[in-house]
């Protein structure tokens, strides 16, 4: 039995995998009309179908929403009771149905020719009412499905999901979506934390920014990073702005040498040091902490004054990882 279970899943896959290597030779005048009728519509893109179509149609929708083109999936017979109200002339429609003879198409079809909006086929049958209808068809054939029966469909609906991800991403770069684009679909998602944080959304201030000024002694500086707990207080001069920073490491140096905790902090301190700007991104500023190998770092406005700081655990509390 296991045998047999292996062996009627690697045939599954074998076929599936044969049919959907004849989908790029099919492409050509169809597929560039299509994509041009997403690309140059000012409306939306309404995906249509029924049964298993219905269920890939979903997806296509979904895909082409989440990389820049307004998208919504519609059931064939919802449409037919009230959801043909939500199609405008600057739409188009794409629909899906392999036979390509869905009774629903007798009443669709001349809504959107009344409407003018276009009509994009995804079909098997080339010589179908809806190929013959559409403004342009993408041909989803197969010799045979899958299914031992050669019944339910399978090499069907895995050519239609595939079709359906190379118009969404030939429309998508034709459009030059870019990966800040995707994230803002994503806001919520691994790619948007990395993506659209700013470093001043992340930041640390108020009272738990660390900063002394450049005449404060080595023991207040000491009171201020052990009050923080950040490993580190920028020193800053009379305008804010950051002359350097004073960390653990610096206090341990500076006592093991012998230094005075009364001594100007600016005694004891790294000069300069590494400063991140807050508009920058924080994916950005993430990665010149972890390449100067740094823990934290004060954060200025482009005026170089200090506005809070940062340290690794705060990219990762926000999923920048």
Known sequence: MSEFLLNTARQTLLLELQEASRLPERLGEDFIRAANAIIHSEGKVIVAGIGKSGHIGKKIAATLASTGTPSFFVHA??????????????????????????????????NLKDKGAKLL??????????????????????????????????????????????????VMQARGFNEEDFARSHPAGALGA???????????????????????SVMDAMLELSRTGLGLVAVCNAARNVEGVFTDGDLRRWLVGGGNLNAP????????????????????????????????????????VLTGAINLQDFYQAGIL
């Open 194 to 216: 990395r993506l659209l944080n700013k470093v001043h959304h992340l930041m640390r201030t108020g009272d738990a920014l660390p900063q002394v000024q450049d005449n404060t």
């Open 121 to 170: 086929a995804m079909t098997g049958k080339l010589r179908s009412p809806l190929a013959l209808a559409a403004d342009a068809v993408l041909d989803i054939s197969v010799e045979r499905e899958a299914c031992p029966m050669r019944l339910a469909p399978t090499s069907s609906t895995v050519n239609t999901l595939m079709m359906g991800d190379a118009l969404a991403m030939a």
């Open 265 to 304: 902090v600016v005694e004891a301190m790294t000069q300069g040091g590494v400063t991140l700007q807050a508009q920058s991104r924080a994916i950005d500023a993430k990665e010149i902490m972890m390449k100067r190998k740094i823990a934290a770092a004060p954060v200025v406005d482009e005026n170089g």
């Open 77 to 110: 017979a919802e449409a037919l009771h009230g959801d043909l109200g939500m199609i405008e002339p600057r739409d188009v429609m794409l629909f899906i149905s392999y036979s390509g003879t869905a009774k629903e198409l007798d009443l669709i079809i001349p």
